[in-house]
T-cell receptor, first 116, second 113 residues
Framework: EPEVTQTPSHQVTQMGQEVILRCVPI?????FYWYRQILGQKVEFLVS????????KSEIFDDQFSVERPDGSNFTLKIRSTKLEDSAMYFC??????????????FGDGTRLSIL | GESVGLHLPTLSVQEGDNSIINCAYS??????FIWYKQESGKGPQFIID?????DKRQGQRVTVLLNKTVKHLSLQIAATQPGDSAVYFC????????????FGKGTRLSVIA
């Protein structure tokens, strides 16, 4: 069964450094998402992306964050200057064309980001 | 916006028993609900979904019930197995195309062998 894949599985970064989290969505999916989950808390929406532009973003997704689909397969989340509170699991999700009813978002296994 | 929550943070059941996990939602405009399972160290995994024009949907060993009158849905797992141990989240969405999922905190299901 097709999967959303994320790399790396664990990223350790010094505070203030830039980090790029990578995702390869399922190949025929057109809608892409980033979520994060701080340890012990619920999964929170960051941003959605469709047709090469951001569709919606949450309050968490401030100017330090950006997303890009640099080619036909990758979908990246960049944090420009990381803060301690950015430490979390980051999940990428994708979804097939939304005209089909009941098409759920499929999630990757996440990247654990640890800011030192 | 959507607000989705769960009644209980933890649930322990004996292997072989049935499990019932509950969820309440606040947005009456929600027309689609999804249950996800999250195992330790993994991402949320789709289990089953239901549209608001239904009140029951069955999958393999799982059933979702939707009560729109009281804005409540439940996930029933038949013959619970150790592999069912995980955190279970419900999420509700409206009919907009690119709606982000709003998750509750989840219920941790522990299966006692």
């Amino acid at each position: 069964e097709p999967e959303v894949t994320q790399t790396p599985s664990h990223q350790v970064t010094q505070m203030g450094q830039e980090v790029i989290l990578r995702c390869v969505p399922i190949s025929n999916h057109l809608y892409f998402y980033w979520y994060r989950q701080i340890l012990g808390q619920k999964v929170e929406f960051l941003v959605s992306f469709y047709n090469n532009e951001i569709s919606e973003k949450s309050e968490i997704f401030d100017d330090q964050f950006s997303v890009e689909r640099p080619d036909g397969s990758n979908f990246t989340l960049k944090i420009r200057s990381t803060k301690l509170e950015d430490s979390a699991m980051y999940f990428c999700a994708s979804r097939v064309e939304a005209d089909l009813p009941g098409q759920p978002q499929h999630f990757g296994d996440g990247t654990r980001l640890s800011i030192l | 916006g959507e607000s989705v929550g769960l009644h209980l943070p933890t649930l322990s059941v004996q292997e072989g028993d049935n499990s019932i996990i509950n969820c309440a939602y606040s947005n009456s405009a929600s027309d689609y609900f999804i249950w996800y399972k999250q195992e330790s160290g993994k991402g949320p995994q789709f289990i089953i979904d239901i549209r608001s024009n239904m009140d029951k949907r069955q999958g393999q060993r799982v059933t979702v019930l939707l009560n729109k009158t009281v804005k409540h849905l439940s996930l029933q797992i038949a013959a619970t197995q150790p592999g069912d141990s995980a955190v279970y989240f419900c999420a509700g969405v409206t009919g907009r195309r690119n709606t982000p999922l709003v998750f509750g905190k989840g219920t941790r299901l522990s299966v006692i062998a």
